[in-house]
């Protein structure tokens, strides 16, 4: 809830601050309006962490570098066309924007790009109305044309203007408000959010890059299922990700939920407690939360009906794996997020089988090969994965978990399981068996990597003993 006289005394604080102060008196003195703008006042408003500082001016682009160079150590123009000159001021990152009069094509999300005359005007062409506030430096006065302190009040999405024209304007925007909705916990406006299911095909015109964009920031939110549920419902989801909302087709086989939607949906909310749990000081795991959401969305093209009413999912982890890897390439994400999303969905089912029975040391060194540099993420998308409502097969299961996690570390600590290798590389396998690179060498290095994880450490003289037998047996095969 919004404490306007707390509020206004943050906004107070955050005009005299060394940078808002040096950027507001060498404005003035040049003759130009300056205000802060945005997020920033929208943050201050709420209570909330301000990160950089944007703010909007009169001022030509040419002229704030002028204005800025003075009192900056650094400056770049790479936004000079849009208006925007960045500088480094005080030690922090600043953005200045003269103010805007855009018009769309309705074709393309790229702008024509007209400099506008007042903050008033520049403020009701913004994406929604808490983002269209101003505070005007250094006479500290709130410009507020559209209501954006009324709708902070009441936890509200609106868009200045009518939504069918903002979106349309610029369809990236509904995504926008899915973002902030989880962000800042809000409810998105009826109307506001009767366009974007009316308008959701225009987002056909946004790049991938940009709906990853938001995705990511999506996700890296505190409670990212608040925005989700408003993508599925809006029917946003189904233009980039369609096999979220296929999820709702799709009756869960342990009946915790009524569908695997809801079942993934709180997987991926045990996932973000478990991950802040166990590594509070991280930045927001996106891959990991990228992969509870996905893991499975293989289910629907796996889909058994068994008879008795049964219904299987066999092999849904490998086919969500491939799902998963074509839809994030297709949403440009990079190689690394793809294959460790991939990599989790693979495993995610890897454990159950731990907990209908003790695994040998073998077994256990090879779940830990196979995750490899996801063991721990695997080890957070594996205990949220759990959703039963039964108390004692929950509790048997974490049992289970909490147990597989203690063999691992007492392995590790005798092993260096986090290394596992065999005991002789490469070279010393052809000066033992006599043979040259190629082939032989590798297959010689995979009999032994099975023997380091079948039975641990034997050491060098044990694993050259063991190594010539294999060779001699396998050259009497051969015969």
């Known amino acids: 809830m919004l404490n306007m006289a707390e509020g206004i005394a943050r906004l107070g604080a955050l ?11 060498a404005f003035a003195d040049a003759g130009f309006d300056l205000a802060i703008v945005g997020g920033p006042v929208r943050d201050a408003l709420l209570g909330r962490r301000t990160n950089d500082l944007d703010f909007t001016t009169d001022a030509r682009p040419d002229d704030i570098l002028r204005v800025v160079k003075p009192v900056s150590s650094t400056q770049w123009d790479i936004g000079r066309a849009f208006g925007t000159i960045g500088a480094r001021v ?5 953005e200045i924007t003269t103010y805007r009069a855009d018009s ?12 506008g005359d007042t903050l008033e005007s520049d403020l009701v062409r913004r994406d929604f109305t808490v983002n269209a506030m101003a505070l005007r430096v250094p006479g500290r006065t709130l410009v507020d044309p559209t209501g954006g302190v009324e709708d902070l009040v009441h936890s509200v999405l609106r868009t200045p203007a009518d939504p069918q024209v903002s979106f349309g304007d610029d369809p990236l925007r509904m995504l926008r408000a899915a973002r902030f909705a989880s962000q800042l916990g809000f409810a998105v406006d009826p109307a506001t959010e009767a366009a974007m299911a009316e308008l959701r095909h225009t987002l056909s015109i946004v790049s991938p890059e940009r709906i990853q964009g938001e995705l990511v920031k999506l996700l890296a939110t505190d409670d990212p299922l608040r925005g989700i549920r408003l993508l599925v419902e809006t029917g946003l989801m189904a233009e980039f990700l369609p096999e979220i909302p296929a999820l709702k087709l799709e009756v869960d086989e342990h009946h915790h939920h009524k569908d695997v939607y809801e079942h993934s949906l709180t997987v991926l909310r045990q996932a ?20 509870s959401l996905l893991h499975d969305i293989g289910k629907p093209a796996t889909r058994r009906l068994e008879s008795g009413g049964g219904v299987t999912f066999y092999h849904h982890d ?14 440009r994400f990079d190689s690394d997020t793809i294959g460790t999303v991939t990599r989790l969905i693979e495993l995610h089912l890897r454990f159950f089988g731990y907990s209908e029975g003790a695994w040998t040391d073998s077994a256990v060194r090879r779940y830990v090969r196979d995750a490899g540099a996801e063991l721990e993420r695997l080890h957070i998308l594996t205990r949220a994965d759990v959703t039963t409502r039964n108390v004692r097969k929950a509790r048997g299961l974490a049992a289970a978990y909490d147990d597989i996690e ?23 396998i ?50």
Request: hydrophobic residues 35%.
């Open 15 to 25: 005009a005299e601050s060394p940078v808002v102060d040096t950027l507001a008196r």
């Open 90 to 94: 005080r030690g922090e990152q600043v």
């Open 104 to 115: 769309y094509d309705g074709v393309t999300r790229k702008p024509t790009v007209e400099f």
């Open 272 to 291: 973000i407690e478990l991950e802040k749990t166990r590594n509070p000081d991280a930045a927001p795991d996106v891959p990991l939360r990228l992969a």
């Open 318 to 331: 490998l086919k969500g794996a491939r799902l998963a890897r074509k839809r994030l390439q297709e949403l």
């Open 406 to 428: 203690r063999r691992i570390a007492e392995l590790a600590e005798q092993e260096e399981l986090d290394a596992i290798r065999p005991e002789i590389d490469g070279n010393r």
């Open 430 to 479: 052809q000066e033992v068996l006599g043979i040259p690179p190629g082939r032989e060498v590798g297959e010689a290095y995979r009999f032994l990597l099975d023997l380091r994880l079948d039975e641990g450490v034997v050491g060098e003289d044990e694993a050259e003993r063991r190594l010539r037998d294999w060779w001699a047996a396998r050259s009497e095969d051969a015969r």
